[in-house]
């Protein structure tokens, strides 16, 4: 099994805090623990490991930096704006060396995860002998929908509705499968940016193709942490509500901080308390969020 991990995103949802520091790079939990680090300790034991980062190189260097930490990691520069898991379709070359019976599994730069098994993962989805297998959590508040017969997905809605499961973003695709649909891509003119893999991919296979979903077990958790309040809710959760403060951080004594997650090196004065708050930059000059 090959895993890639889109990571050279924009990270819009968590502007101003990804002004100076890619998401991937963000603390989750712990100031030591990376965004990241769940992607990369997910996949650890797969055969290869791809990352893609983003176009810019000021943007992209310290990612590739730290995920090459990871033996067997490989990075992949995306050629273009950011264009998230679509960005595969540009690594046509590298990717039509991959054993054609193996599988590819996708998994985002931004997302938290506890217990999930790759390999059961895997195990499922060639028992089920699907060309696609999409990790599904129980309905969340946001996203999209899977509704589930026997395991494979009939449709996908926008809506929350009675027995749907919550698509994670997170999927198993044989390899095969996924150098077809890059090279009809190639031939029906690839434009690069605007592009999406669940709605240029997944969904759509969903009506023509066996596309089954694998539910997370109960022991396991899933969090999309790319937006503040996620981002935000996960490191409390992760911490125990206690604060997560870069190390570079100047903090004046007696502030009273609680609950905050403190990015970069800011210089905190005396004057600034903080109270469930994210705030990020350096020296004087940061952004700062009330939650």
Known sequence: MTCFIPAGGEGTRLKPHTNRIPKPMLPMGDPERKLIDYALNVSENCE???????FDPEKAVCVEEYARRIPGVTILRDKRLAIGAASLIDYFDILSHEDSNGDMVIIPADHVFEAVDLFRFQDYHQELRANITLLVVPALDYGDYALVKDGFVERVVKRKIRDSLSITGVYIIRNRYLLD???????NGWEG?????????IIPAVSKDKVAAYLLPENGYWDDAGTIHRYYNNNMRLSGGRNVISSNAQIAPDVPINSSVVINGPIIDKDLGLNRTIISGSNRDYNITFL
């Open 48 to 54: 290869h490991i791809l990352v893609s980062t983003n």
């Open 193 to 201: 940016e605007g592009r999406s893999m669940s709605r240029d991919l």
């Open 181 to 187: 649909w890059i090279r009809k891509e190639l031939i």
